[in-house]
């Protein structure tokens, strides 16, 4: 669970870098975000969690159930089957959350006039903080 999330927020920080260097010497203004505080506290978020973690529930009561009524080796088979389930099923999730904040943060840097939208860690000092905006927008 905390590896896929450790996943989601390099893929983010490359997104979010990309969008950076891409926009060096502009005039844009800059929008800035703190993911850590999205993450707690936007109501969206704690969906994609309970959902991901209902799933590993589900696949665990299945893998219990089934363990009672297989042998060792199609068990172990069985075991695999429900790994890789979840490794895609994760990776659904990851997928939707990005799009989902990549979508949000576009609107919000059109109402604000933002050229780009970053971590507020990756900006020394300054830039619109959109974070609010966007936790109201997943609500």
Request: glycine share 8%.
């Given at each position: 669970?905390?590896?896929?999330?450790?996943?989601?927020?390099?893929?983010?920080?490359?997104?979010?870098?990309?969008?950076?260097?891409?926009?060096?010497?502009?005039?844009?203004?800059?929008?800035?975000?703190?993911?850590?505080?999205?993450?707690?506290?936007?109501?969206?978020?704690?969906?994609?969690?309970?959902?991901?973690?209902?799933?590993?529930?589900e696949v665990e009561k299945e893998?219990?159930?089934?363990?009672?009524?297989?042998?060792?080796?199609?068990?172990?088979?069985?075991?695999?089957?429900?790994?890789?389930?979840?490794?895609?099923?994760?990776?659904?999730?990851?997928?939707?959350?990005?799009?989902?904040?990549?979508?949000?943060?576009?609107?919000?840097?059109?109402?604000?006039?933002?050229?780009?939208?970053?971590?507020?860690?990756?900006?020394?000092?300054?830039?619109?903080?959109?974070?609010?905006?966007?936790?109201?927008?997943?609500?």
């Amino acid at each position: 669970m905390r590896k896929m999330w450790k996943r989601l927020a390099v893929v983010a920080s490359m997104t979010i870098m990309a969008g950076m260097l891409s926009g060096c010497g502009g005039e844009d203004k800059v929008g800035v975000v703190d993911m850590a505080r999205v993450q707690k506290e936007a109501p969206a978020v704690q969906t994609y969690k309970q959902k991901t973690e209902d799933k590993q529930k589900e696949v665990e009561k299945e893998l219990q159930d089934a363990q009672q009524s297989m042998s060792a080796e199609d068990f172990q088979k069985k075991q695999q089957q429900a790994q890789q389930e979840l490794n895609i099923y994760g990776a659904s999730m990851q997928r939707q959350f990005l799009s989902d904040i990549q979508s949000k943060l576009g609107d919000i840097a059109k109402d604000k006039n933002v050229g780009i939208v970053v971590y507020k860690e990756a900006v020394p000092q300054g830039g619109i903080d959109v974070t609010d905006d966007l936790i109201a927008k997943m609500q």
